[in-house]
């Protein structure tokens, strides 16, 4: 099943499964994922902690342990499948073409070592430059991400940086390779909110000027809401809407973006408490039958207790609700 956009995809993955061997049996933390990314988009993932998007995105880097299983009927990038690509050739495009920068820029940075050795590591690996050509692509990439006196900078170790600059400098690393498709998960998280707007600023002007794609991994409506042309909602590891933003905004069609996007304190204005979405996400050895969210949803019926839906497209987009709200966009 394909959902997404109707041209060759950049990343295509059909019914992606991540499960893991536990003492209660063989779970999956994500099941049955579909969606696809085209060549200079902009997707965003969003859902709450424990909704499998990381999982997802960690499974397409191929950085899932050996303790988990990934399976799927398609998982292709740039025309490659990832599913029968030797292990050393999945290492050259993890890091390469597909880049994945994280929450904690502090914990992925080596403390020990400068943010030069760090970023020229990462240059002299995917471009093969040396010397003097190093040192220069060094500098202008940790100016292209708005570090100042770059070359200063480049003998600073994380801890003299703050946490901003130091996700510009994992942003740096990650473009090294000169990536087709970078995935953000949750990159302004662990920041100040002032940082946080500046870090998804630089991180949209670098995909506009690049035109590479970018997958925006986050818990934040608000942050998909500026940044996104299409949005996927994801929920105890199942994908349970996605549409262009625009429409998934104005006409929600899954009780749980519904939900999500009347949590967002702006749609709140007049109210005197924030609605809230009664309960949390199943964990992964508590998935309840029929639809994974009637615990929390307001419309359920008998039939969402028992029966478990199905992804179905809809209108310009997918849902996995029999009973979705109002008309389709
Ligand atoms: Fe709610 Fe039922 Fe739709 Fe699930 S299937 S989201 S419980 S209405």
Not at 70 to 93: I, K
Request: charged residues 20%.
């Amino acid at each position: 099943m394909t959902t997404g956009t109707a041209a060759a995809p950049l990343l295509e993955i059909a019914d992606l499964a991540v499960g893991f061997t536990t003492r209660a049996g063989h779970l999956r933390a994500v099941d049955g994922v579909s969606l696809t990314v085209a060549d200079g988009e902009i997707v965003g993932i969003v859902g709450e902690s424990g909704s499998g998007k990381s999982v997802a995105s960690l499974a397409v880097m191929g950085l899932i342990d050996t303790a988990g299983t990934v399976t799927a009927t398609r998982l292709r990038f740039a025309g490659q499948d990832l599913l029968t690509l030797g292990a050393r050739a999945r290492r050259r495009l993890a890091g390469a073409e597909i880049a994945m920068i994280f929450q904690e820029p502090m914990t992925s940075l080596n403390p020990c070592f400068t943010v030069g050795f760090q970023l020229k590591e990462s240059l002299r690996v995917h471009q093969r430059l040396r010397g003097r050509a190093l040192t220069a692509a060094a500098v202008a990439l940790l100016d292209q991400v708005g570090i100042p006196d770059p070359a200063a900078r480049l003998e600073a170790f994380p801890h003299q940086m703050s946490g901003g600059m130091c996700q510009r400098v994992m942003i740096a690393i990650a473009l090294a390779g000169n990536p087709r498709l970078l995935i953000a998960d949750e990159p302004t998280t662990a920041l100040d909110v002032t940082i946080q707007k500046q870090i998804l600023d630089l991180l949209v002007a670098l995909q506009r000027a690049r035109g590479m794609a970018l997958i925006l991994i986050t818990h934040d409506m608000g942050v998909v809401a500026e940044t996104c042309d299409r949005v996927v909602v994801m929920y105890a590891g199942q994908v349970v809407e996605q549409r262009p933003a625009r429409a998934l905004f104005a006409r929600p069609r899954h009780p749980y973006t519904a939900a999500l996007l009347d949590a967002l304190p702006e749609r709140a204005l007049g109210r005197r408490r924030l609605p809230t979405i009664p309960g949390v996400v199943p964990g992964i050895g508590d998935r309840p039958d029929g639809c994974l969210f009637h615990p929390r949803c307001a419309r359920a019926q008998d039939v969402c207790r028992t029966d478990r839906p199905a992804l179905a497209p809809d209108g310009a987009g997918w849902v996995r609700c029999p009973l979705p709200l109002g008309d389709p966009a």
